[in-house]
């Protein structure tokens, strides 16, 4: 449910549309199209290029039509089930990226653990989108699935949050560049018993105006292991940890550690406030 507080009967809260905003805000195609490429080369050979992507829980499909403007030949599969997202989408992603991108595009309004697609070389779930399925039952059976949907060489990728920081009610803000507007990611709720948590993002704007709540996430918050065993007990070969590297500040007396934006395969990794790891999962 989206909820719009102001004063004003055109504010700038009433004109922006939420699609525009959330894409600017937690989106990064060109950083995630280098990494699967840079791993499935690493993984399948150096002279293996993924080609064909389908992209779970794909929304506007954003990096669906980003997949296939970085080379002339890649097609993909965006696969959501929210139908006006897709519409969306369509409108004001794939059809502006031109016929050639388009005809190399199918939305498809499914659902993930059900779906049949022809089998491609990676399957994504970015975003923590995967967390909505709350039992290892669901979340076993949706990876099954994926499997499925993967060439004897696909890989599967996801990404998780965790840290300290991710079982505290607690906010984090940044501007979105170009919106005269900020992010705003609030961690409201943890329950220690089941790992459910609520989170929010709202958006506030220059002129004062807001959107409380204009997106809503009820998950679980899963671990790294619990990940590992379901893909493995789902029937992928291997599964691989990435986690971003480091740069300690020189300052002895600041905590802070930049990140590099690089990111290795880990096996054993020191806990941190707040991190991001990708899941690689070898079909």
Request: aromatic content about 12%.
């Amino acid at each position: 449910m989206v909820k719009r507080t102001s004063k004003k009967s055109s504010t700038m809260a009433k004109m922006a549309d939420l699609h525009v905003l959330y894409q600017k805000s937690v989106q990064s195609s060109e950083f995630e199209i280098g990494f699967y490429d840079e791993r499935y080369r690493e993984i399948r050979g150096k002279r293996k290029m993924p080609m064909v992507l389908r992209e779970d829980f794909c929304g506007t499909a954003l990096f669906t039509k980003d997949w296939c403007e970085s080379h002339p030949k890649r097609r993909a599969i965006g696969v959501d089930l929210c139908s006006d997202t897709l519409k969306w989408a369509m409108e004001n992603n794939i059809k502006p990226a031109g016929a050639s991108v388009a005809a190399r595009i199918d939305l498809l309004n499914e659902n993930v653990i059900t779906v049949v697609t022809e089998k491609v070389d990676v399957i994504c779930a970015m975003n923590f989108s995967f967390c909505i399925f709350e039992t290892r039952e669901l979340l076993k059976s949706y990876f099954a699935n994926a499997l499925k949907g993967l060439k004897d060489d696909g890989l599967f990728f996801c990404d998780l949050m965790g840290g300290t920081n991710t079982i505290d009610a607690c906010e984090e803000s940044h501007e979105i560049e170009g919106e005269n507007a900020t992010y705003i990611w609030e961690q409201a709720s943890y329950n220690p018993i089941d790992n459910h948590t609520q989170c929010y993002i709202h958006f506030e704007f220059d002129d004062g105006s807001r959107i409380d709540k204009a997106f809503s996430y009820s998950w679980r918050l899963w671990t790294i292991p619990e990940l590992k065993e379901l893909l493995l007990e789902a029937g992928f070969k291997k599964v691989q940890i990435f986690w971003e590297e480091f740069i300690e500040d020189d300052d002895p007396d600041n905590d802070y550690m930049e990140g590099t934006g690089n990111y290795r395969a880990v096996t054993e990794i020191a806990q941190q406030e707040s991190w991001l790891a990708y899941i690689v999962a070898e079909a």
